[in-house]
């Protein structure tokens, strides 16, 4: 069975700071890995995807995230965070090519103070 | 590419009635898939079908609901004698053949039981 466990439900960052976010996912077997964000009374949008190629995986809006199979992690960062990154994120694990449902953390909630 | 569109947008509905959801996937998109947020959570999967079949049911899925895509485009989700618990988002989603799993989101059906 996948899970994957969120670290924070909430961050506070400063407009210009650094932007963290943990997601650990567990997997029987190799994953594919994706991150999304959902603004308030919307649905979710792909930010990026590790889907078994590069480990370092670039998405929109500046954010990146780096596939650790050591560590079982796909943190998602952002150099310098903006006021139009408020918003809640959910990290989610698919089982590789033969799996289709994605299974989904509990979501963490970044408020950006100006 | 008009993106997934779920209707209605929002649902007030008594306790013991029934209703009805609508999704249209993205054109093409053979994968279709629900999934139920309630507040504070991530998405949880519920059904998946592969054009007209469905091929997994999540036990979230009780016998009060029922998920159907007669000509394997757009897709039904029905709950039948609703609960308060039920109060959640229905989100749908699509995927294409071959996309490692991506899955692109509508902007979901807000269900609210009284």
């Known amino acids: 069975a996948q899970s994957v466990t969120q670290l924070g439900s909430h961050v506070s960052v400063s407009e210009g700071a650094l932007v963290l976010l943990r997601c650990n996912y567990s997997s029987s077997v190799p994953p594919y890995l994706f991150w999304y964000v959902q603004y308030p009374n919307q649905g979710l949008q792909l930010l990026l995807k590790y889907t078994s190629a590069a480990t370092l995986v670039k998405g929109i809006n500046g954010f990146e995230a780096e596939f650790k199979k050591s560590e079982t992690s796909f943190h998602l960062t952002k150099p310098s965070a903006h006021m139009s990154d408020a918003a809640e994120y959910f990290c989610?694990?698919?089982?590789?090519?033969?799996?289709?449902?994605?299974?989904f953390g509990g979501g963490t909630r970044v408020l950006v103070k100006p | 590419d008009t993106g997934v569109s779920q209707d209605p947008r929002h649902k007030i509905t008594k306790r013991g009635q029934n209703v009805t959801f609508r999704c249209d996937p993205i054109s093409e998109h053979n994968r279709l898939y629900w999934y139920r947020q309630t507040l504070g959570q991530g998405p949880e999967f519920l059904t998946y079908f592969q054009n007209e079949a469905q091929l997994e049911k999540s036990r979230l899925l009780s016998d009060r609901f029922s998920a159907e895509r007669p000509k394997g485009s757009f897709s039904t989700l029905e709950i039948q004698r609703t609960e308060q618990g039920d109060s959640a988002m229905y989100l749908c989603?699509?995927?294409?053949?071959?996309?490692?799993?991506?899955?692109?989101f509508g902007a979901g059906t807000r269900l609210s039981v009284l």
């Open positions: 989603a699509s995927s294409p053949t071959g996309s490692k799993n991506i899955q692109y």
């Open positions: 989610a694990v698919s089982e590789g090519a033969a799996g289709n449902k994605l299974t």
